[in-house]
């Protein structure tokens, strides 16, 4: 009974978020804070599912893990959305209004297509930006402080590097008509999903689902210690998409982490992307040092030679 509870637990939820934002108040939908409270919610029950049936206990949340991880969720929430919206959500609107870009079809779709486009937009592009990161050396160094954490836990996902977090947050959403409950509930319906997928929580979804949406067993799998092993299963949410384009990979992976799985702190995470910069001051500078250095020595032996020549 217990295995049959968690193994319905992520579609459980998923359908129970379906359900609130279909029903939902319209005050409720329009609240600044709905989304923010919905998720928190999703996150807090997650992580108490992850004290009853652990997945590893070399996982195991400690103190600094949990307030790293709760630093990264209000960063997200707060500094990276605003940025987000800004610079370019406002800025698809801005143009959608300029170019007379309309799809009125969108709002007159079902509640559940509406939710169902959402998220295909959000994750297909998402794929692709995560895939580019995997295989570009500038777009991996701001995604590579992700895959330096060292255990996977409900709120991991929010981890990573600035940069990356805002680029990995865009898409083309803002060009649709679509209802304001239904962007929400996609959006609270993708939390839900990625927080289960690294989530330390022994919980195995059915077929279908483990089919259609990306789980802890496909996600373990792409934080493997081996950079060549961490290029699949780049779908956040939706590794049906993995499946469409060959890059879908079976497994999983209890060892997480890179560069001999080192934790990065928070400045280092920062900081990582300007790595290759500041290797070439250093490498300058002791190529300067290292000609001061044979200049004086060099002077040195020329004044020797001098002083025993006289």
Same mark, same amino acid.
Request: glycine residues 4%; contains cysteine.
């Given at each position: ?117 959402? #998220? ?51 898409? #083309? ?138």
């Amino acid at each position: 009974m217990k295995k049959i509870l968690f193994s319905y637990a992520q579609p459980a939820m998923v359908a129970i978020v379906l359900l609130f934002w279909a029903f939902a108040p319209a005050g409720w939908v329009k609240g600044a804070w709905t989304l923010t409270i919905a998720t928190s919610v999703t996150t807090l029950f997650v992580l108490g599912l992850e004290l009853v049936n652990e997945r590893h206990a070399s996982w195991r949340l400690t103190k600094t893990e949990f307030f790293t991880d709760l630093f990264y969720v209000v960063l997200g929430a707060t500094a990276i959305q605003w940025v987000s919206t800004k610079l370019a959500d406002d800025q698809l609107k801005a143009a959608k209004h300029a170019l007379g870009i309309a799809t009125p079809w969108a709002m007159h779709l079902p509640f559940v297509a509406q939710v169902a486009l959402v #998220v295909f937009l959000v994750e297909f592009g998402q794929y692709w930006m995560h895939r580019l990161m995997h295989n570009a050396t500038p777009f991996w160094l701001t995604h590579a402080p992700h895959h330096h954490i060292t255990q996977l836990n409900a709120m991991k996902g929010a981890v990573g590097n600035p940069i990356e977090l805002f680029l990995i947050s865009l898409s #083309v959403v803002a060009l649709f008509d679509l209802s304001l409950a239904a962007e929400l509930c996609a959006f609270n319906v993708l939390a839900v999903i990625s927080t289960f997928a690294h989530a330390n929580t022994r919980c195995d979804p059915p077929r279908w689902y483990a089919f259609l949406f990306t789980t802890i067993r496909h996600h373990s799998l792409h934080h493997s210690v081996a950079y060549e092993d961490t290029r699949c299963n780049y779908a956040n949410s939706l590794i049906l998409i993995d499946r469409l384009f060959g890059t879908y990979r079976d497994g999983e992976s209890e060892l997480v982490g890179q560069d001999a799985r080192r934790r990065l702190s928070i400045p280092e995470q920062f900081l990582f992307p300007l790595q290759p910069a500041v290797a070439k001051l250093r490498a300058r500078r002791q190529t300067a040092e290292t000609v001061a250095d044979r200049g004086m020595r060099d002077r040195e032996t020329a004044i020797a030679s001098s002083t025993a020549a006289g």
